[in-house]
T-cell receptor, first 111, second 113 residues
Framework: GQQLNQSPQSMFIQEGEDVSMNCTSS?????WLWYKQDPGEGPVLLIA?????ELTSNGRLTAQFGITRKDSFLNISASIPSDVGIYFC???????????FGQGTTLQVKP | DAGVTQSPTHLIKTRGQQVTLRCSPI?????VSWYQQVLGQGPQFIFQ???????GRGNFPDRFSARQFPNYSSELNVNALLLGDSALYLC????????????FGPGTRLTVL
């Protein structure tokens, strides 16, 4: 099925470090979303972006909707052990309910 | 407020069998979407229902079907199960129409032997 190109695939970092991950698409989206998924759970919404160029923060998390509408990034500052999990980007074109997801970035944080 | 709930939590079936998965949206939400998540991948869109009507369908065979009830809960049915149908099936609800933000439930883990 169709998926976005999300990178990096995995990251292993030290507690306190900043993290950056991004997502690119060959198609234009009008919504970008970032979710976090813990093992055995469903994805939890972190940040939603609705306008090209939009920069939105949620605590230590910051995400941006790329100007070209084909990319987005997520930054996590001062990582802590509970940031461990899989982070997914998702995009939506038009006003449909169909979300297209990236392959995920697995984040591990060493205390 | 309760989030999206799904049942059962886990399910084991054999090839050729049929399965029904259930989803209750967040109270007040009128739209339900279904996704399949194979291990190691992101979720793949299967269906969306809004106000009891199908509003979107992903690239899945006709063995997959769904419906939404007057109370906005939903069922996903899969017939003639294949080994490749083993996955986490996620339900997401949204308040307004198809383009509204989706909130996911914990999923149903289906294993096909």
């Amino acid at each position: 099925g169709q998926q976005l190109n999300q990178s990096p695939q995995s990251m292993f970092i030290q507690e306190g470090e900043d993290v950056s991950m991004n997502c690119t698409s060959s198609s234009i989206f009008n919504t970008w979303l970032w979710y976090k998924q813990d093992p055995g759970e469903g994805p939890v919404l972190l940040i939603a972006l609705y306008k090209a160029g939009e920069l939105t923060s949620n605590g230590r998390l910051t995400a941006q909707f790329g100007i070209t509408r084909k990319d987005s990034f997520l930054n996590i500052s001062a990582s802590i052990p509970s940031d461990v999990g899989i982070y997914f980007c998702a995009g939506r074109a038009g006003n449909t309910g169909k979300l297209i997801f990236g392959q995920g970035t697995t984040l591990q944080v060493k205390p | 407020d309760a989030g999206v709930t799904q049942s059962p939590t886990h399910l084991i079936k054999t090839r050729g069998q049929q399965v029904t998965l259930r989803c209750s949206p967040i109270s007040g939400h009128k739209s339900v979407s279904w996704y399949q998540q194979v291990l190691g991948q992101g979720p793949q869109f299967i269906f969306q229902y809004y106000e009891k009507e199908e509003r979107g369908r992903g690239n899945f065979p006709d063995r997959f079907s769904a419906r939404q009830f007057p109370n906005y809960s939903s069922e996903l049915n899969v017939n003639a199960l294949l080994l490749g149908d083993s996955a986490l099936y996620l339900c997401a609800s949204s308040f307004r129409g198809p383009g509204d933000t989706q909130y996911f439930g914990p999923g149903t883990r289906l294993t096909v032997l």
